[in-house]
């Protein structure tokens, strides 16, 4: 049974920094992609970023792209996401997701079959 256990959510004021990490187990880590998601109240479940399962390739939404890093290290199971600048309207609770696809599979949730629990991140103004 694969699991996603997320960490590293907080409160911080806009224009400071938070790492989320993702810690995986359940099946071979370092041949899958990984995924961020998030989703503030009343909003859809959104595509934040994800990485290859080597990590040559990675992906970011528009809203995030120069502010957000993702990476991953194989020999701990763990994707990471540093968020930098970050803005108040990044406030959601972010989700560390995997599926089937060692490639990029593009930023739909569908794409994605494992979801941690989430972790929550509120940036203040």
């Known amino acids: 049974q694969v699991q996603l256990v997320e960490a590293g959510g907080g409160l911080v004021q806009a224009g400071g920094s938070l790492r989320l990490s993702c810690v995986a187990s359940g099946r071979p880590f370092s041949i899958y992609t990984m995924g961020w998601f998030r989703q503030a109240p009343g909003k859809e479940r959104e595509f934040v970023a994800a990485i290859n399962w080597d990590g040559g390739s990675t992906d970011f939404a528009d809203s995030v792209k120069g502010r957000f890093t993702i990476s991953r290290d194989n020999t701990k199971n763990t994707v990471y996401l540093q968020m930098n600048s970050l803005k108040p309207e990044d406030t959601a609770v972010y989700y560390c997701?995997?599926?089937?696809?060692?490639?990029?599979?593009?930023?739909?949730?569908?794409?994605?079959?494992?979801w941690g629990q989430g972790t929550q991140v509120t940036v203040s103004s």
């Open positions: 997701a995997t599926g089937m696809h060692s490639g990029l599979p593009g930023r739909t949730r569908h794409n994605y079959t494992y």
